[in-house]
């Protein structure tokens, strides 16, 4: 099993962080791709750029690794500026979304590519290889070709190809795009195992949020050019920054509202404590919402449709003030679900787990 | 390890890296520059001297050039002689007839191709492509031989009791055409091909699922879609029979004269070189002219083909 | 379910009639190979059809006669030089053309299409007119170097769809495992690219072999290539030897067609 990196360079103090992005801005003519993205990763963090197309996260990814060259700002790698630096020199390793294994080599001769390169002896380069797969499981494998695997076998031989260079820091761009659902989920956590066991810093690139909310220590939110929100997990789905973000992650129901004195009154007849003040927009979670007899409450609608969520039963409540409210309830076995068009009323669980935003 | 698999040399590339990386990645225009200046001696150099040779009134001596003089002299009696107009105008009749009978002829292999099982696309591309891998020579002798007065089909008449005497096709215009359509034929058939099978093939289903006959959706899917085919495989075809030099030659008899002899006969004979340049010229400049209104045509019919606007 | 369809007679008839033309158009481009194969098998001195007996007589003669013999070496000559210098120009060319990242990449493509879309005839002429003019004369090497300018695209447009099909990705991927410019040419873009260049040779020897176009004006008095020998000898001479050697640059056609169909495949070979 291959060691996560140790020696000197592990005993650097923890206040430079291996990766730091520093108000990196590119543009492509007339577009600004990225917008001023500062960003500082910390020694075994997996963090993930999550957003959607045209974000500027694969941008960023590639800043990173050196294909293309910012405008502005700096890239740096344990505090060495990483500008003249070209792609060849870089200590990172790239796992592409197609995973660009070389459909002409074997399996073996994939993974030892960059020794090869480096000019490693054959003898130890053998060794090396044969450690890193069986780091990814692969033990056995080397004879084959990238058109002999499967999807999730060549996404491991990708990642045993980067592993032999023991980067500083670890770059995948979507990586589980190519799976399929069944197999995303398994990789998923297994990759997050071998990263976390190996100790590598590592940034995902993906507009699926159920990815970076699997996978990531933290995860920034991106959106035209710009970083908005980073935050681990559970505060980008509890506390999230924007409305955007909020928008972004998770399911959310959002509505107008006037706020004053300090608090914003909610549909429900509850006040929820804010410190904006005039128009705001309201976004309250469907969990953080439950369905009741429409004569309970002020909040009323009619059930449109309902679906269901692993667990959880999801239902669209259209409102008398046309909105949509997507509601979610526990399933109850044997109970039956709330019956379409049917009349009910809506209570917000908690007030304070709702988030405001000013209008846009 | 303590020395860690890569000593990274995270430093900047020396300068004869760089500049290795910049003759040889291919980013920049300098792996292409042997090529270029190759072009620039041996095609446009040239070119641009017959051009030259074409406009002036040159004295030679001794096998040189001792003057040059600006003319337009040998452009005018180009111009206005008879023999040119009469041998031009005999390339080009040829030369239309030829991509017309093409068209005709080569049109149907092509829908039997889109039409056809993996057995026939095979073996119509094997007989598309193997006749362009030998040469012209090779494929305008077989029809001497066929047409000849003691050749094939002669010789199948007679045996039939068809007719007593041969035939005398060869040596004649239907001979030369006969010759160069089959020679050509290739060159129709595979951009033809080639423009029909970027299509959806569920297209053509589609159009049957609505009703269509067989002969309607030719008529009204496939033809339009193929109309880019049938115009670069036109302009082929009468590029290459406008220039030909073989077919006329051989299978016309001596005395078939077209714009390809003529300029053999000016340039490697007669030595008459601005005469040589003029029409050498004229051929590439009415070509051009054709090819244009190629062009235009097919424009006409492939107005589907642009893009949204912008 | 095939909906409203309707088969008509008319609609069969016409079909009919053009896969039958399809047919007769298929039989016309291969029969007259077949008629002069056969024929190069007659045991008589004179062509005529159908033929009698069977030998290689005509075949032995083709290897007897020096002047034929040394057509054909100096045809293979042009044909081998006409390559190697197509792969040397050609594939660079096509690197900068699909990979470059300055101005002129469609400017360049074109630029190198030129030469092909001028008649051959032209270019022969110009050749030979601007070399006289620095004393350079016909010769099998003045042929070699105006053909290859004249077929370069070839070998360019084969390496360019190539090489725009390849995953872009792959060559990033190399260079993010340390392989320097030049490694990862060598290692991962050549060895990708073999197919195309070997289908593009293919494509270049045939030309330098068989073209006659280019060639008539720019060969050399001595050095005479296959062509311009045999638009002599077909003139003169009515035995079956030409149609031996016609049956020599078939077979030579087939193992080409066979090499192409090995590398890049029949389908891929649509310029």
Aim: a neutral charge; proline letters at 5%; one cysteine or more.
């Amino acid at each position: 099993m291959m060691q996560g990196p140790t020696g000197p360079l592990r005993d650097i103090a923890t206040t430079v962080p291996v990766l730091g992005i520093g108000a990196v801005s590119k543009r492509f003519g007339a577009t600004t791709v990225l917008d001023n993205c500062s960003l500082d990763i910390a020694e075994g963090e997996i963090v993930t750029l999550l957003g959607p197309s045209g974000c500027g996260k694969t941008t960023l990814l590639r800043c990173i690794a050196g294909f293309w060259d910012a405008d502005g700002g700096s890239i740096s790698i344990d505090g060495q500026d990483m500008a003249p630096v070209p792609v060849n020199r870089r200590p990172v390793g790239v796992v592409f979304q197609s995973y660009a294994l070389f459909p002409h080599m074997t399996v073996a001769q994939n993974v030892g590519y960059a020794l090869r390169m480096a000019g490693r002896p054959k003898a130890e380069a053998a060794k090396t290889v044969a450690s890193a797969l069986e780091t990814v499981s692969l033990s056995g494998f080397e004879d084959r070709y990238p058109a002999q695997l499967s999807g999730g076998q060549q996404q491991r031989v990708a990642i045993a190809r980067v592993l032999v260079m023991e980067p500083r820091v670890l770059l995948l761009d979507e990586p589980f795009n190519a799976l399929d659902a069944k197999l995303r989920a398994t990789m998923q956590v297994e990759l997050r195992q071998l990263i976390k066991t190996l100790g590598l810093t590592s940034i995902f690139v993906t507009h699926d949020q159920e990815e970076a909310l699997t996978m990531s220590d933290r995860i920034a939110v991106m959106r035209a050019g710009r970083i908005e929100q980073v935050a681990g997990p559970d505060e980008i789905f509890d506390r999230p920054a924007t409305a955007y973000v909020a928008d972004f992650i998770g399911t959310s129901n959002f509505w107008d509202a006037e706020a004053a004195g300090g608090s914003v009154a909610l549909p429900d007849g509850q006040c929820a404590k804010t410190e904006l003040v005039g128009r705001v927009r309201v976004m309250a979670r469907p969990h953080n919402l439950r369905l009741g007899p429409p004569g309970n409450g002020v909040w009323t609608g009619t059930v449109a449709f309902h679906r269901n969520i692993g667990p959880l039963i999801e239902y669209h409540v259209e409102t008398a003030s046309g909105d949509t409210i997507q509601v979610a309830a526990m399933r109850q076995d044997r109970a039956r679900p709330i019956a379409d068009r049917a009349a009910v009323s809506i209570v917000v669980i908690d007030p304070a787990g709702c988030s405001i935003f000013p209008a846009p | 390890m303590t020395d860690a698999v890569f000593t990274p040399r995270i430093d900047a590339p020396s300068f004869g890296e760089r500049l290795a990386d910049a003759l040889l990645s291919g980013r920049g225009i300098w792996p292409a520059v042997p090529a270029i200046i190759v072009l620039m001696v041996v095609a446009v150099i040239p070119f641009v001297i017959l051009l030259s040779l074409g406009f002036s009134d040159i004295e030679i001596a001794r096998g040189d050039i001792v003057s040059q003089t600006f003319s337009l002299e040998h452009l005018t009696k180009a111009l206005t002689d008879p023999l040119y107009w009469i041998t031009f105008q005999r390339s080009l009749s040829l030369a239309m007839s030829t991509t017309v009978l093409c068209v005709l002829f080569g049109y149907p292999v092509a829908y039997l191709f889109l039409t056809g099982g993996k057995w026939t696309k095979r073996l119509i591309l094997i007989l598309t492509i193997a006749p362009l891998l030998t040469s012209g020579i090779v494929r305008t002798y077989a029809w001497l031989v066929i047409l000849g007065g003691r050749g094939v089909v002669n010789q199948t008449l007679m045996g039939l009791g068809l007719i007593d005497q041969p035939l005398r096709i060869m040596n004649t215009h239907w001979a030369v055409l006969i010759g160069m359509v089959q020679i050509h034929l290739p060159v129709m058939i595979l951009p033809l091909i080639a423009v029909m099978s970027r299509h959806d093939r569920q297209i053509v289903e589609a159009a049957e699922n609505l009703g269509a006959s067989r002969l309607g959706t030719l008529r009204t899917v496939i033809l339009p879609l193929s109309v880019p085919g049938i115009g670069t495989g036109a302009a082929l075809v009468f590029t290459l029979s406008y220039t030909t030099f073989v077919v006329p030659q051989l299978l016309g008899g001596g005395n078939y004269l077209n714009a390809a002899t003529m300029i053999y006969e000016q340039v490697v004979f007669s030595l008459e070189w601005s005469k040589g340049s003029v029409s050498s010229l004229l051929l590439m400049v009415s070509c051009l002219v054709v090819l244009v209104a190629i062009a235009l045509i097919t424009n006409r019919f492939t107005r589907w083909t642009k893009g949204r606007e912008a | 379910m095939r909906g409203l369809r309707r088969q008509s007679l008319a609609d069969t008839i016409a079909i009919g009639l053009i896969l039958a033309i399809a047919v007769f158009s298929l039989v016309l481009l291969v029969a007259p190979s077949i008629i002069v194969v056969m024929i190069s098998f007659d045991t008589r001195a004179f062509v005529s059809f159908p033929p009698e007996g069977f030998t290689l007589r005509w075949y032995w003669e083709v290897f007897q006669q020096g002047e034929l013999v040394e057509a054909m070496l100096n045809s293979l000559q042009v044909g081998v030089t006409v390559t190697v210098l197509c792969i040397l120009l050609g594939v660079p060319t096509a690197l900068a053309c699909v990979r470059g990242k300055f101005r002129g990449t469609t400017a360049l493509s074109v630029f190198v299409l030129l030469p092909h879309m001028v008649p051959g005839i032209v270019l022969g002429v110009a050749v030979l007119f601007a070399g006289a003019l620095i004393g350079v004369s016909p010769s099998i090497w003045l042929q070699s170097i105006s053909i290859t300018v004249f077929i370069l695209a070839v070998m360019v447009r084969t390496v360019q769809s190539r090489l725009m099909r390849l995953d872009a990705a792959l060559d990033e991927a190399a260079a993010n495992l340390r392989a320097t410019p030049f490694q990862s040419l060598r290692t991962v873009t050549f060895p990708l690219l073999m197919p195309a260049i070997l289908a593009g040779a293919v494509f270049t020897f045939v030309e330098g072999f068989d073209n006659l176009s280019v060639a008539i004006f720019t060969h050399g008095f001595r050095d005479r290539p296959l062509p311009v020998e045999l638009l002599s000898l077909v003139q003169f001479t009515s035995s079956p030897l030409v149609a031996a050697v016609s049956g020599v640059q078939i077979v030579l056609a087939i193992v080409a067609l066979v090499l192409v169909s090995m590398s890049i495949g029949l389908d891929n070979v649509n310029e």
